[in-house]
Each structure stands twice: as structure tokens, then as C-alpha cells.
């Protein structure tokens, strides 16, 4: 079965510095997809990054990067110059393609400033 | 683009009636849609899937008769959790997937959610 372990559950960091979430997933299909979506408080789930496994480039938006190991299967996604309106529940997701999405148990990010 | 909204945001309903909550694709259309539970500070549940028409296809454990689903065109999902009980009460989430070839890579757009209370 396939399965995806954030083994974070919370996380803090100080505003304007660097944080990794991590996340895990258990597959054996070779075509898949993984994300991060972030969930406010307002709890509008909203994507983050997204990774396309056939992709060996780490995905990039803006201060949002992964870090993708494929035979590990490892998908951990680093926050630059954190701000705080970060501060969220971080949940990282696996898809094989036109399939449905598997969620991991969340992360919940902390800002200081 | 890729907006999807839901309808009621929340609701209170007595025990023993039923709720329906509305799952729309304002500028998009979505051939499969999703329905999610989450219960406080826990990840979300997939209850089931649904395809424009044709009939939903349910999570073990989701009793099929009490959680209705609808997907009648390629915008609009209903939920109807029937003869609700309190223990139905949670925050519902619906996402929709764009029909292949629209260039989403297989995304999903969530819909802001529906907070349901029974008492």
C-alpha cells in the first residue's frame, strides 16, 4: 500500500531564517507525483510546490524548494527567508497519475519573529 | 484560475436530518472530484471519488448510504450526509481534478471547505 509519513509534527524557526519539513512515501509505482500544500488557519488548502517523479530537477517556487531522492523516496521541502505568514499546517501528498491523493499526517510550522 | 467554491461554508442541523453541501468548478470543468473529512489538527480522510456521471466510488469504511454523492455535470459535486448524528459533525472538503490535457499535472483545487454541526 502506499503511504506517506511526515514524521514532523510541528516545527518552529524564526522569521527570515531556513526551515525543512520532512516527508516520506512508500510506493512501488515509477510514474507518480508528490506535493506540499499549505493549510492555514483558514483551512483553504492551497499547493505549495509540486514534483513530477520522472523529473530528476528539484522543483522551485520562488523562496519554496524540494529536496527530491527518488530510491530513497524522500520529498522534503525547504522554506527561505520564512515569514510569517508561513505559518501553517504543512501537509506533503502523494499521486499516482489520475489517481486520487495521499496525504501525509501534517506538519504544523511555527514563526517567530 | 482553478477556483472551487462550496456552499454552505458551515451549517448547524438538527440530529436526525439531512445536509446537503454543494462542491462547484467556477472555470473549470472536473471530471473526477473528491470529498474529505478532517477532523481537528488531523490530516484529511478521502471519503470518496466521484466521476461526472456515473456513480461514486467510496473509501472503506464510509458507509455509501449515509455519506450520498452526486456528480451530475462536469462543475457540480453534492455531498448529502443523511440522518445526520452528531458524531457527522466535522469540517467537509471537496477538490476537483481539470480534465486531462488542461496542463494541471494531475493538481487538485480544494474548495474553501464546509463546517458541519449536529446537535
Known amino acids: 500500500a502506499q503511504t506517506v509519513t511526515q514524521s514532523q509534527p510541528e516545527m518552529s524557526v524564526q522569521e527570515a531564517e531556513t526551515v525543512t519539513l520532512s516527508c516520506t512515501y512508500d510506493t512501488s509505482e515509477s510514474d507518480y507525483y508528490l506535493f506540499w500544500y499549505k493549510q492555514p488557519p483558514s483551512r483553504q488548502m492551497i499547493l505549495v510546490i509540486r514534483?513530477?517523479?520522472?523529473?530528476?530537477q528539484n522543483a522551485t517556487e520562488n523562496r519554496f524548494s524540494v529536496n527530491f531522492q527518488k530510491a530513497a523516496k524522500s520529498f522534503s521541502l525547504k522554506i527561505s527567508d520564512s515569514q510569517l505568514g508561513d505559518a501553517a499546517m504543512y501537509f506533503c501528498?502523494?499521486?499516482?497519475?489520475?489517481?486520487?491523493?495521499?496525504f501525509g499526517t501534517g506538519t504544523r510550522l511555527q514563526v517567530f519573529p | 484560475g482553478a477556483v472551487v467554491s462550496q456552499h454552505p461554508s458551515w451549517v448547524i442541523c438538527k440530529s436526525g436530518t439531512s445536509v446537503k453541501i454543494e462542491c462547484r468548478s467556477l472555470d473549470f470543468q472536473a471530471t473526477t472530484m473528491f470529498w474529505y473529512r478532517q477532523f481537528p489538527k488531523q490530516s484529511l480522510m478521502l471519503m470518496a471519488t466521484s466521476n461526472e456521471g456515473s456513480k461514486a466510488t467510496y473509501e472503506q469504511g464510509v458507509e455509501k448510504d449515509k455519506f450520498l454523492i452526486n456528480h451530475a455535470s462536469l462543475t457540480l459535486s453534492t455531498l448529502t450526509v443523511t440522518s445526520a448524528h452528531p458524531e457527522d459533525s466535522s469540517f467537509y472538503i471537496c477538490s476537483a481534478r481539470p480534465k486531462a490535457g488542461a496542463g494541471f499535472y494531475n493538481e487538485q483545487f480544494f474548495g474553501p471547505g464546509t463546517r458541519l454541526t449536529v446537535l
Open positions: 514534483q513530477e517523479a520522472y523529473k530528476q
Open positions: 501528498a502523494y499521486s499516482p497519475p489520475t489517481d486520487k491523493l495521499i
